[in-house]
Nanobody, 116 residues
Framework: QVQLVESGGGLVQPGGSLRLSCAAS????????MGWYRQAPGKQRELVAS???????NYADWVTGRFTISGDTTKNTVYLQMNSLKPEDTAVYYC??????????WGQGIQVTVSS
């Protein structure tokens, strides 16, 4: 059973930075999409950013240049650099990989808390 393992979350003060990482527990072939999502208490899970094979990226409008997604679909790793964090960024962050054919893998989620 392949698992996606997230790391890098935690508690940070407003204005601070965190770098999230996500890696597959073993190789997954034909990944074409990797994304970061988040879910705050009482809210629906939402897209933060995504990256596709070839390197094209997409961000939620509210990211406004604060976050950067990077990664390599062939190496099954994706990162999210988060700068200028705000209290409203507090959420559980999830990574997702999608294979050709549509099969999805999700990480277990990692907590990010922005608070003074």
């Amino acid at each position: 059973q392949v698992q996606l393992v997230e790391s890098g979350g935690g508690l940070v003060q407003p204005g601070g930075s965190l770098r999230l990482s996500c890696a597959a527990s073993r190789s997954i072939f034909n990944i074409y999409y990797m994304g970061w999502y988040r879910q705050a208490p009482g809210k629906q899970r939402e897209l933060v950013a995504s990256i596709r094979r070839g390197g094209s990226t997409n961000y939620a409008d509210w990211v406004t240049g604060r976050f950067t997604i990077s990664g390599d679909t062939t190496k099954n790793t994706v990162y999210l650099q988060m700068n200028s964090l705000k209290p409203e960024d507090t959420a559980v962050y999830y990574c997702k990989f999608v294979k050709m054919g549509g099969y999805e893998y999700w990480g277990q989620g990692i907590q990010v808390t922005v608070s003074s």
